[in-house]
Structures are given as structure tokens and as C-alpha cells.
């Protein structure tokens, strides 16, 4: 019973590195989320994926790009990290309209 | 966008003390959700209540969708409760800032 995994749970990058953050969920979830939580902040939704094949913008999409691998993941990755991509990013998934179930997070620092 | 705001933005109880967290919406929802984030920031969904109410335990929650609001009850709180607590409205995916809940012995 994982639910949503995320990998991986801590990644220090220098500014203008990329990266692929993964996520995977056993849950048989069609949709998929991208957020971003700065401290003191609620989330922010990056990119969500509806179904598999398709992908949206949300709130805060610009610097990331996305994938929907398959029905179990969606990853999330930066071209070039800049300092202001430091956060913890969380992947959410759900099954349709129902409710969201997060994963543990991914604490991103970029020097 | 749609706009969430929660109240208070930070609330300190003893243990065994009741309390009640607000959530209003500026716009119409389908949806909303009730988070708790724990100290170690791990995300634990506490309420799906697009309308009407719900119990689970020591919380409940009531959702009037036409007049824009949620309330979260904690009753008889203990220290595990402490922490933030987000209600997230679905039509957008928006979250509120939060209320940080902190329970002292």
C-alpha cells in the first residue's frame, strides 16, 4: 500500500543543473498533480495531467516541464535550475473528481 | 482565480481545548478538501466535503457551498494535532495559506 511515491526525497542542484523529479502511484488514479510549497506558504499546482496523455498548466508552470509516463507517472522535470525552484515539491494523484492523496515530498535546494 | 482564505493564520491551545478553523472561497467550488501537514510535512487528507457535514473522531467539518465557506472542528485537542492545516478547493486546485495549530501540554 505506498499510495504516492515520490523519488527522490532530497536533491541539492547548482543553479542552471537539470533534473527529473519521479512519481508513482499504485492507486489506479487517472489524474495526476504537480505543487510547489514555499515556506510559510500553502501549495501551489505546477502542471496536473487529467488522464493519461494529456497535460495542463496550472498556477506557477513557468521554468518545468512535465511527462505522463503512463497511468502510474508523471514527472517533473527543470531545464535549468535557478535559485528561485528552491522549495519541496509534492505529486499528488486522484480519481477523477475525488480527493487528492499527496506523496512525501521532494526538499529541492538549488545553489 | 478563485481566492482562499483561511483564519486564524496561527492558533495556540492546550491540550483538551476546542477549536475552530475557517476556510472562505471566493467563487463557487465542486469541491474542497481538508489537509493536516504534519511536523515532518507529510500531507494527511482529512476531509473530502464538497457540502453539507462530515465526522471522523475528534474532527468534523461543515461545508456551506452557497454561502463560500468551510469550517474545521477539532474537538478536545490533543498535541499531535499540532501542525498546518489547508483547506485546497478543487475547481482551481487552489490552496489557502493555512492555520498553524500548536497544542501545548
Not at chain 1, 11 to 27: E, H, I, N, P
Not at chain 2, 4 to 20: C, F, H, K, R, Y
Not at chain 2, 34 to 49: A, K
Request: proline share 5%.
Amino acid at each position: 500500500n505506498a499510495g504516492v511515491t515520490q523519488t527522490p526525497k532530497f536533491q541539492v542542484l547548482k543553479t542552471g543543473q537539470s533534473m527529473t523529479l519521479q512519481c508513482a502511484q499504485d492507486m489506479n488514479h487517472n489524474s495526476m498533480y504537480w505543487y510547489r510549497q514555499d515556506p510559510g506558504m500553502g501549495l501551489r499546482l505546477i502542471y496536473y495531467s487529467a488522464s493519461e496523455g494529456t497535460t495542463d498548466k496550472g498556477e506557477v508552470p513557468n521554468g518545468y516541464n512535465v511527462s505522463r509516463l503512463n497511468k502510474r507517472e508523471f514527472s517533473l522535470r527543470l531545464e535549468s535550475a535557478a535559485p528561485s525552484q528552491t522549495s519541496v515539491y509534492f505529486c499528488a494523484s486522484s480519481y477523477y473528481g475525488g480527493p487528492q492523496h499527496f506523496g512525501d515530498g521532494t526538499r529541492l535546494s538549488i545553489l | 482565480g478563485i481566492q482562499v482564505e483561511q483564519s486564524p493564520p496561527d492558533l495556540i491551545l492546550q491540550e483538551g481545548a476546542n477549536s475552530t478553523l475557517r476556510c472562505n472561497f471566493s467563487d463557487s467550488v465542486n469541491n474542497l478538501q481538508w489537509f493536516h501537514q504534519n511536523p515532518w510535512g507529510q500531507l494527511i487528507n482529512l476531509f473530502y466535503i464538497p457540502s453539507g457535514t462530515k465526522q471522523n473522531g475528534r474532527l468534523s467539518a461543515t461545508t456551506v457551498a452557497t454561502e463560500r465557506y468551510s469550517l474545521l472542528y477539532i474537538s478536545s485537542s490533543q498535541t499531535t494535532d499540532s501542525g498546518v492545516y489547508f483547506c485546497a478547493v478543487r475547481g482551481d486546485m487552489r490552496f489557502g495559506a493555512g492555520t498553524r495549530l500548536t497544542v501545548k501540554p
